[in-house]
């Protein structure tokens, strides 16, 4: 999706050298290291990753790789600045979030999984031919954990950030939080 599709430069989105970035809901930096890949440290990333323990391999992939990113440290983006409740699934971290709901994913990713299965081979499809409800059980172990959020407008007060060339959102059902914390007059400096 990252590295071979390229999916972040489709539907016109442009990155160029000296682009500022945001990447909320960043999990373990990824989209960093694809930067990286293709601009070295032209770009610079502010990324942001509420749970602790995917922070945590986030800050390591940044300082490993000596990328041209900012961990904001253990928090996310929302329309209000505070504590947020979010369900952890450590097995399966990019399907956790504010709004959560372990059935709905367990069934989300049956259901991907069975499509999969029936329209390609996929080698990150899970092996549902032999117990399944335990393979999903296991995948969805959770943890309620309270985590540091803020407006998108108060962080760019307190950095200084004057421009956004791109402001990249994968939040899992919290899109909406993010864009609402964001005040009338930051969204002229938002550029993608």
């Known amino acids: ?21 945001f990447d909320v809901g960043a999990n373990i ?22 749970i ?21 440290h253990c928090f996310g983006l929302s329309k209000f600045d505070g504590e947020l409740e979010f369900v952890f699934f450590p097995n399966s971290s990019i399907l956790s979030g504010a709004y959560s ?36 059980d296991d995948k969805f172990e959770s943890q309620v954990i309270q985590c ?4 998108l407008s108060t962080f760019m007060s307190k950095q200084g950030v004057d421009q956004i060339d791109l402001l990249k959102v994968d939040v899992e059902r919290s899109e909406l939080d993010v864009l609402l914390g964001i005040d009338p007059e930051d969204w002229g400096k938002i550029r993608q």
């Open 29 to 50: 930096g990824m989209f960093s290291l694809w930067i990286a890949d293709n601009f070295g440290n032209e770009v610079s990333v502010h990324a942001f990753e509420p």
């Open 148 to 151: 540091q959020v803020a407006r």
């Open 1 to 21: 999706e990252i590295f071979e599709e390229e999916t972040y430069r489709a539907h016109g989105i442009t990155i160029k050298s000296g682009d500022c970035i």
């Open 101 to 136: 709901d372990t059935e709905l994913e367990k069934e989300t990713v049956k259901t991907y999984t069975r499509n999969v299965l029936v329209n390609k081979d996929d080698e990150n499809a899970l092996d549902l031919s032999e117990n399944p409800e335990q393979v999903i």
């Open 52 to 72: 602790p323990d995917t922070y945590e391999t986030l800050q390591n992939n940044i300082l490993l790789h000596g990328l041209n990113s900012y961990a904001a």
